[in-house]
């Protein structure tokens, strides 16, 4: 089945729960002359470009894969030809500033078409993703001269970005880099070093790839404060902007991996004929700090794509459940009907159904935040938005990544033995999203940041705050009385009460009893996850109620998909409470040498 963008459900989410006249609203959007009439339009577009250019892509990278001949990455055919098109029309910079060529959009518009590229083609979107990363990171911190040389080229598509952070030695613990960086007389450094599981390391979609490279200067700190970032091209920049020599830097393998086959994922080799040349990003030793503004977009954006995949298997897995014809109805039927009929069936469609929306509810919320941390004039604006982006970010990476290894799995099942079958497609959805939970900061490393930073370091702050919005929520289901609503309402107060019990045992526990606390981390990010996306489900149902006479089908399924969502998936949350408030010391009871 051919991938269709959900615009209309994503127009409603931008809408009704995001709030998008609220962020065009602002001077700055208001006088770029972007208002809520232009998202439609975009999205359409998007929509075509991604199920006409990028979706037929996917099944053939997938079978035929990025390879590596004589130094060279060869991506799979048409992958060119189609990034080319992505740059020339403007994708790459719907998000960045006008200044240098970009569209200056709100965020909350660009998630709705990174999520379309994800779903149509993973492996291919994940060279943008990567760009757009980047190029925060170089706008962040990044001398005028650096911006002025390297971010038009990368807005403009004809460059492309990478992050090169893993070493063999250093994975998820960056305080282990080793690649040195050795200043030069004329004020550029020397980079020295391996960097592995670089994504479009390199490849031939783009006539230079820009790499942000995390290495230390000699004599720096050890640990994390002595890391360094620096900017190193492919290909050298001549001063009149045009490209020169090849650098020092070659692709020596690619990686053979279980999903996202297309994208090639590089083992890069910095400095074997002297030095790769670079150039120093804001200052030394505040590497870290610099690279944290790329990981925090790229955590946001692999939850994006976790929406994204399991949006491709929930509508593969429907068309499939509707043309499957199967066993007889249990109303007594005589004939055999299409499989969706069977209320186990329904269940896994519900199932998938109900946590992507709820995720893509959730993370458009937080993108809607963001724009307004930067375009609001009022402080405590400012303050209270970026509190709850930062608070929303490792759940939309930890949970909808988590969310989309399950619908992906449900896809499977839905299919029975035909998903198992490659030939199907729905098994490399299965695949390719395993890879969500791991790579930016596995689950745990974004549980554990949700404890610590997000919990904790605020004394639950912004978790009671957002508790608080719930509960406002959950009278206004109560005030509209109808049945779906008191339902909905009951459940959503059960799972809020439980979030906050937890919040309150996190943040007193923390310091007294560590391992305990943290063995609940997952489990408190899942339990987060759920509770905040029925809130969102639960304000669409609102949403729908209001909206219904325009489109009853619609808004009606917005309704069902709510209360099934609560009564349904909502209630894992007192399992999960349970978990976190009494099993941290079953969880660490064995000796390390009892395993």
């Not at 799979?76 to 403007?90: I, N, Y």
């Not at 941390?373 to 939309?396: C, G, R, T, W």
């Not at 809020?496 to 997952?522: C, H, L, M, P, W």
Request: charged letters at 20%.
């Amino acid at each position: 089945m051919p991938y269709v963008a959900p615009v209309k459900d994503m127009l409603f989410v931008m809408n009704e729960l995001a709030g998008l006249s609220e962020v065009v609203g602002y001077p700055q959007y208001e006088q770029a002359g972007i208002d809520i009439d232009l998202a439609p339009a975009i999205l359409e577009e998007a929509a075509k470009f991604n199920q006409d250019v990028i979706a037929p892509l996917n099944w053939p990278g997938d079978q035929n894969p990025s390879t590596l001949q004589d130094g060279e990455v060869r991506t799979t055919p048409g992958f060119k030809e189609a990034f080319s098109q992505f740059g020339m029309a403007g994708w790459q910079g719907v998000v960045h500033p006008a200044q240098f060529g970009g569209q200056g959009l709100p965020r909350l518009i660009s998630v709705a078409c990174f999520e379309m590229v994800n779903s149509a083609n993973m492996s291919f979107a994940l060279c943008p993703m990567l760009t757009d990363g980047a190029i925060e990171a170089l706008l962040t911190a990044a001398s005028s001269v650096l911006q002025e040389c390297f971010v038009p080229k990368m807005i403009s598509g004809e460059w492309t970005g990478t992050m090169n952070l893993t070493e063999p030695q250093a994975g998820s613990d960056l305080s282990m880099v080793r690649t040195r960086a050795l200043a030069q007389a004329d004020g550029s450094y020397k980079i020295i070093g391996t960097k592995i599981y670089i994504t479009y390391g390199d490849h031939d979609m783009a006539k230079n790839i820009v790499h942000l490279v995390l290495a230390r200067v000699p004599g720096a700190p050890e640990g994390i404060k002595g890391i360094s970032l620096f900017v190193a091209p492919k290909f050298m920049v001549n001063a009149d902007g045009s490209l020169g020599e090849r650098n020092d830097i070659q692709c020596v393998s690619l990686e053979h991996k279980l999903g996202i086959k297309a994208s090639p994922t590089a083992v890069l080799q910095f400095g074997d004929h002297g030095g790769a040349v670079a150039y120093l990003v804001g200052e030394e030793n505040r590497g870290l700090e610099y690279m944290f503004v790329m990981m925090n977009a790229a955590r946001f954006s692999v939850g994006m794509q976790g929406v994204a995949i399991a949006e491709r298997a929930y509508q593969k897995s429907v068309q499939y459940a509707k043309d499957r014809v199967q066993s007889r109805d249990l109303n007594g039927s005589p004939e055999p009907v299409a499989i969706i009929h069977q209320p186990d069936v329904k269940r896994m469609l519900m199932t998938m159904r109900g946590y992507t929306e709820a995720s893509r509810a959730l993370a458009y919320y937080a993108a809607a935040a963001i724009d307004i941390q930067h375009a609001s004039p009022d402080e405590l604006m400012q303050k209270e938005h970026q509190a709850i982006y930062e608070f929303l970010v490792p759940i939309v990476k930890g949970f909808s990544t988590e969310m989309s290894i399950e619908v992906a799995s449900l896809g499977v099942q839905v299919h029975g033995g035909m998903g198992f079958i490659e030939e199907t497609g729905v098994a490399q959805y299965y695949r390719d999203a395993r890879i969500l939970t791991i790579y930016e900061g596995t689950t745990a490393i974004q549980a554990n940041d949700l404890v610590g930073r997000k919990t904790v370091r605020d004394k639950g702050a912004t978790a009671i705050l957002l508790a608080g919005k719930i509960i406002q929520t959950e009278k206004a289901l109560m005030e509209m009385g109808t049945r779906d609503a008191k339902a909905t309402s009951i459940q959503l107060t059960l799972a809020r009460q439980a979030f906050e019990s937890v919040v309150v045992y996190i943040v007193s526990n923390a310091k007294i009893d560590t391992k305990a606390v943290y063995a609940g981390s997952v489990a408190y990010l899942r339990l987060c996850g759920l509770v905040l996306g029925a809130w969102q489900m639960s304000r669409a149902l609102l949403a729908a109620h209001r909206l219904r006479d325009q489109d009853p089908s619609f808004y009606d399924a917005k309704i069902a998909t709510a209360r099934f969502f609560a009564e349904n998936l909502l209630p894992q949350t007192q399992s999960l409470a349970t978990s976190i408030l009494e099993g941290g010391h079953s969880t660490n009871a064995l000796a390390v040498e009892q395993f």
